[in-house]
């Protein structure tokens, strides 16, 4: 029981390290796509990565910051 809860509590606090730095998490991504989606395919790590990457600093010529 008490294994039970703190694994619990070490993947959620992974996962919201990960957030914090701003690396996407692929595991919780391809969860999504076969619950919600199961259609659709779902795209590799290094696809997913990249295109985490282009939405977060902007790509094809844009730029999403400031400076």
Do not use: W
Request: aromatic share 10%.
């Amino acid at each position: 029981m008490i294994f039970k809860a703190l694994n619990k509590a070490l993947i959620h606090t992974k996962q919201s390290m990960r957030l914090m730095v701003g690396v996407p998490d692929y595991e919780m991504y391809v969860n999504h796509m076969k619950i919600a989606h199961p259609e659709q395919s779902v795209m590799s790590y290094p696809e997913f990565f990249r295109e985490r990457q282009e939405a977060r600093y902007g790509a094809k010529g844009r730029l999403n910051r400031c400076c």
